[in-house]
């Protein structure tokens, strides 16, 4: 057996592993070193067992990460992100559908201070959901735009996905943020003109809000969203003004979330306790995947694997936009099953070589890469997202109605997604004006 037919053997067991629900990390680590084993040799694979992990996890830019996970839980256990959505509830309540579009906001917001998607789906759905159910929202709506506004988290900054991915792929993490904030914005725009559309086509599906609130009411809202503009702005204006790197950030920001925290007295220890506690969990499991995810990387082009493939795909076409929805395809399949960084670690020892094959701009092909993702999040049968929201709603509201609800709003991020493909500049403007 040739050393391509060993890399390609690899990976058709690596993915059996995964269908068979072995955790991701395991089935990367075995496979990559038995692969590695049986190309080169038992002592050189045992000692890519040693130097790899480590010279990876030692990686700088990787302490961020548990850093702005910190921030994100804390944020989250302290509170400090409710008063997005009230704001955004008060000053939108009297919209066609203004409260499922405050939950748009509020999403956004809460994606400024922690990256993750499912921390974002699950706070929103504690307090959006309820709310539209007394104003007789359409659940489907409700609980469709609650997920589907879940998947900003990954796509603005600060994003752990953007943080991976541009360690692994050597492109600067702060342009990766100002693409994927861009997209970000783009994404939340077409969900709220989705939520506009649905409720002007069917207007029982979101009842005007009766209650009219008084311009001193909505100003005091306001009140509510200083402790996060504080924390963002001070976060995201001293990294992009050079102030410090995207490693410092998280630090700086994590120093911030306590400060606000304490002083809004909603800093206890088991708030602190847990927020630190989930941090550190995340960041394992990631680091985990990804040192697997770094060890297979090395396989792959050990074996020669990743050039047969390169082969074979560009052999289908060179055309590089018949080529990006080849990946398209790739990935929205894999998000069916998987999560994000899962898929993302997966696929980018393969993908990536591809990618700089066909001259794509890889800060652009990372942030559609990160949105591919995101949409998987609430893609059945395993949207990540559409099952946070159904632990925390009702037991009466089933999967079938949410799922039926972030149908429409994946038709939206579909088109997001073709917009971003046939226009660059919509990722690239922001990154280029810092070069």
Not at 120 to 138: H, L
Not at 313 to 326: A, E, K, S
Request: with cysteine.
């Amino acid at each position: 057996m040739s050393n391509g037919e060993i890399g390609l053997l690899g990976l058709a067991v690596l993915l059996s592993l995964i269908a068979l629900r072995i955790p991701i990390g395991i089935a990367l680590l075995g496979v990559s070193f038995s692969g590695i084993w049986a190309t080169i040799g038992l002592n050189p694979a045992l000692g890519m067992l040693r130097v790899v992990p480590y010279s990876f996890a030692t990686n700088w830019e990787l302490s961020s990460v548990p850093m702005f996970l910190f921030m994100g839980f804390l944020c989250y256990h302290a509170g400090l992100t409710r008063g997005l959505f009230e704001a955004a509830q008060v000053w939108l309540a009297r919209l066609p559908g203004g409260l499922a579009i405050a939950s748009v906001f509020g999403a956004a917001g809460f994606a400024a201070v922690t990256g993750s998607s499912l921390a974002c789906a699950a706070a929103m759905g504690r307090m959006a959901v309820p709310e539209m159910m007394r104003a007789r929202y359409s659940m489907a709506l409700a609980t469709g735009t609650v997920a589907a506004a879940g998947t900003i988290g990954a796509l603005i900054p600060p994003s752990i996905l953007f943080i991976i991915y541009g360690v692994i792929a050597q492109e600067p993490i702060s342009q990766l943020f100002l693409g994927g904030a861009a997209v970000g914005v783009l994404t939340a725009i077409a969900y709220i003109l989705t939520i506009l559309i649905w409720t002007v086509v069917q207007p029982d599906a979101a009842p005007i809000v009766i209650r009219i609130y008084t311009l001193r009411e909505k100003f005091n809202a306001l009140w509510g969203v200083i402790p996060i503009f504080l924390l963002a702005g001070s976060v995201f204006g001293g990294l992009f003004g050079g102030i410090f790197t995207p490693t410092e950030a998280g630090a700086v920001g994590s120093g911030i979330a306590v400060l606000i925290a304490f002083f809004k007295r909603t800093l206890t220890w088991n708030t602190f306790r847990d927020s630190i506690t989930e941090a550190f969990v995340t960041s394992s499991a990631l680091f985990l995947i990804a040192v697997g995810a770094n060890l297979l990387s090395r396989f792959v082009a050990l074996s020669g694997a990743g050039d047969l493939l390169s082969d074979i795909v560009l052999g289908v076409t060179n055309d590089p936009f018949m080529l990006m929805i080849l990946i398209v395809i790739v990935y929205l399949v894999l998000g069916m099953f998987l999560d994000p960084i899962g898929a993302m670690l997966i696929t980018l020892p393969v993908l990536l070589p591809i990618a700089e094959q066909a001259q794509f701009n890889l800060i652009w092909f990372g942030v559609i890469v990160a949105k591919l993702l995101e949409i998987g999040m609430i893609t059945p049968p395993v949207g990540l997202n559409v099952f946070i929201i159904k632990s925390v709603v009702p037991n009466s509201i089933t999967l079938t109605t949410i799922f039926k609800g972030v149908l429409v709003f994946l038709v939206a991020d579909l088109v997001v997604v073709l917009l971003i493909m046939l226009f660059p500049e919509i990722v690239l403007f922001l990154p280029n004006l810092m070069q």
